[in-house]
């Protein structure tokens, strides 16, 4: 495979060649669906990877996405690259096939080098920041400056900042609930003390979306994007690093971090969204989208040249 990789990139005139991509996903459907409607190559995922499903949202799968149960199940000669989010055991895997098969793994952070241990919404990873550090693409995406500037300490590879895609604007049809992220289990949402009664997992019941990530996601541009006001718990120094601006900024709206003492009757969300009007949260949102995130052109034209790049250069890999 490696030698016919070698010869197809000496050989090919067709730069418009679709090229075949695996992902290794961890919560980012959304991401990979602007990724995949953007750009015309084949993309594969595995159904499952350490027993959790690799894709969650069906509803949004593109096209040109293909599941595949093992390598040997991708219909095509040879993969061209590789892509990965984060820098866990996910990113391990994704190492692990890039070396098998000798081909560029392209990395993308979303989350900083100081809030990537500390995961929120889960037990905390025990991660030590220097071997983080070692952990690489050949090429590494980050969707902002302070994300890629905490990453670049020890690193040999490329860095550039890609912007997450602006998000559409959604038309909520029945906003009375707090809306939390539909990957969060259940068990955690009881454990901090939330109760059923004024929490949705449906985004059309969405009228405040409390954020239990400490970065800035997919979900939380739209809801950004979408009127929705975003709070946020008050988080300590490090888990809060990558959404300090946003809190600064009153982009977002910062809460106690102890549930039950902030939602303590169904009133408190009508309490929070009055609140949001009062402090021009959502005006604040929409002008922080607008200079955050990048264009449809962009965000397509910067992709397009990092999949070329990466792709040509796998015959010369050395990191």
């Not at 290794?24 to 409607?37: P, R």
């Not at 949260?281 to 034209?301: G, R």
């Amino acid at each position: 495979m490696y030698i016919e990789k070698i010869i197809e990139n000496a050989t090919t005139e067709n730069i418009d060649r679709k090229l075949n991509i695996l992902i290794i996903n961890q919560f980012e459907d959304e991401y990979i669906a602007d990724l995949c409607n953007n750009l015309n190559h084949n993309f594969y995922i595995f159904p499952n990877l350490n027993e959790m499903p690799q894709w969650m949202n069906p509803q949004i799968k593109p096209y040109n996405l293909n599941y595949v149960v093992d390598l040997n199940d991708i219909d095509c000669k040879f993969l061209d690259l590789i892509i990965s989010f984060g820098r866990n055991e996910f990113y391990d895997i994704a190492k692990s096939i890039s070396m098998q098969l000798n081909i560029n793994l392209i990395c993308i952070d979303n989350c900083s080098s100081v809030s990537a241990p500390a995961r929120l919404y889960t037990v905390p990873q025990q991660a030590d920041k220097k071997e983080m550090l070692k952990k690489h693409g050949l090429i590494n995406i980050h969707t902002n400056n302070l994300i890629m500037n905490s990453w670049k300490y020890m690193e040999e590879s490329i860095n550039i900042v890609i912007p997450n895609l602006i998000p559409k604007p959604l038309n909520i049809e029945k906003p009375s609930l707090v809306f939390i992220d539909p990957k969060i289990p259940d068990n955690y949402i009881t454990r901090i003390g939330l109760k059923k009664e004024y929490i949705t997992k449906n985004i059309n019941e969405a009228k405040v979306y409390l954020h239990l990530f400490n970065n800035i996601n997919h979900l939380l541009l739209t809801c950004m994007r979408s009127s929705i006001p975003v709070a946020i718990p008050n988080f300590k120094k490090e888990e809060g690093f990558d959404l300090d601006f946003c809190l600064k900024n009153g982009i977002v709206i910062g809460l106690p971090s102890i549930m039950p003492n902030v939602f303590t009757s169904i009133n408190v969300v009508d309490e929070i969204y009055n609140l949001a009007i009062k402090n021009n949260v959502m005006e604040n949102a929409e002008k922080f989208i607008d200079s955050y995130c990048s264009n449809e052109n962009n965000f397509k034209t910067l992709w397009e040249n990092i999949i070329n790049y990466t792709s040509e250069t796998n015959y010369i890999r050395g990191y």
